[in-house]
């Protein structure tokens, strides 16, 4: 639902979508769906022009064992258009950025960051 929300432009919904998907996922310890929520995240800040924050989520994500398939797919449409939008060298940097990050701390960011008021 949050990828429907993002291609109609509508923020809110997705943000609602991409919140509940990373809180109930990381809630029942399914790491491949808060994976799949985080790659949603990154699109949503593309769609905002945070590209470099994005792309940290997106190497994150692309780089965590327990990514799935679909994921990782999904995840090349974003990539493309990231590699549009900031140069290659800082896409690559943000990427590797995003490889060291910590998963639960990431996620309780996100959640803290994008708690409805």
């Known amino acids: 639902l949050g990828h429907v929300a993002v291609a109609s432009d509508d923020t809110d919904a997705a943000l609602r979508c991409y919140r509940g998907a990373l809180s109930e996922s990381t809630e ?16 949503l800040l593309m769609q ?5 924050r994005a792309a940290e989520l997106l190497g994150l994500a692309l780089d965590h064992p327990s990514i799935e ?3 990782k797919h ?14 290659a060298d800082e896409l690559e940097g943000a990427l590797e950025r995003g490889k060291s ?13 994008f708690t409805p008021s």
Request: aromatic share 4%; proline share 4%.
């Open 28 to 43: 029942i310890g399914a790491v491949s769906l808060t994976l799949a929520a985080l790659a949603g995240f990154a699109r």
């Open 48 to 52: 905002n022009r945070h590209y470099k």
């Open 69 to 71: 398939v679909d994921v």
């Open 74 to 87: 999904g995840a090349k449409l974003p990539l493309t258009t990231l590699r549009e939008k900031i140069p």
């Open 101 to 113: 990050l910590d998963l639960d701390t990431v996620v309780q960011e996100i959640l803290n960051e």
